[in-house]
């Protein structure tokens, strides 16, 4: 460790990623405590169906998971992404390897950019394409500031709330392209689902999704037969063996 690490770590102590605990010597982004409880989703459940194609996800939305999601959209604590996006590397790269040749994210909307400072989803796909040595890709814009999703109910209003609410940006290059599309909590599906649509209208030749969370129950998903799964994986640059 270099002298100023050292008194960056003196001024500002690492803290766990998921529940701000001050980190111990030898623990890297993430406490003994909760490396030891995390909710990782079934084996059986990790790809869940969507419309447009296979979504891979981590995490269940619970506990200290939660917490750390609610740190990194909500309390500023942005350098918690490139821990998250370690998990959700490693999980696309065993579970969508030869699907996509891009990576790309769910954009929030100028106003919340503005307010936050950052895109929470925007430094999940970076910190994943980083990890594989080579950068994520903003093809997409929020050209609304729809209510959260979060504060909808049912999968129909969540549907409605993001209808025509993305766009693919001015120069953006997106026909021919495979893209594993990045997100924080996948619920029902719907902003994926929204955002899936929008690059497949403009010529995207595939997409696949991958988020770090989601609640126990989805709405209008399911798990994904071993035949669809192979169907999505086409021949593709993209391995595991790249992590």
Not at 63 to 70: E, K, L, N, S
Request: charged residues 25%.
């Amino acid at each position: 460790m270099s002298l100023w690490e050292k008194l960056l770590n003196l001024l500002f102590p690492p803290k766990c990623a998921f529940c701000g605990a001050l980190l111990q010597d030898g623990e890297k982004g993430v406490c003994a405590a909760c490396e030891k409880a995390l909710p990782y989703v079934e084996e059986g459940q990790i790809l869940c169906a969507l419309p447009f194609g296979p979504c891979a996800v981590t995490f269940y939305y619970e506990d200290m998971v939660r917490q750390g999601i609610h740190g990194l959209k909500f309390h500023g604590r942005r350098a918690s992404a490139a821990v998250f996006a370690r998990y959700m590397a490693q999980t696309a790269a065993e579970h969508l390897a030869g699907a996509f040749d891009a990576v790309t994210f769910v954009p929030v909307s100028a106003r919340r950019l503005k307010q936050r400072g950052y895109d929470q989803s925007r430094l999940l796909a970076e910190g994943m394409a980083a990890l594989w040595d080579t950068k994520e890709e903003a093809v997409l814009e929020k050209v609304r500031d729809n209510p959260a999703q979060s504060g909808l109910s049912g999968a129909g209003a969540r549907r409605d709330n993001v209808r025509g609410v993305y766009r693919i940006r001015e120069g953006a290059q997106v026909a021919g392209k495979r893209f594993l599309l990045v997100d924080d909590v996948l619920t029902t599906g719907s902003t994926l689902s929204e955002c899936a649509a929008t690059l497949l209208a403009a010529g995207a030749a595939g997409v696949v999704s991958c988020a770090l969370a989601t609640p126990g129950a989805r709405e209008n998903s399911g798990t994904l037969d071993e035949k669809t799964i192979n169907k999505a994986k086409t021949a593709g640059k993209w391995s595991k063996n790249r992590m």
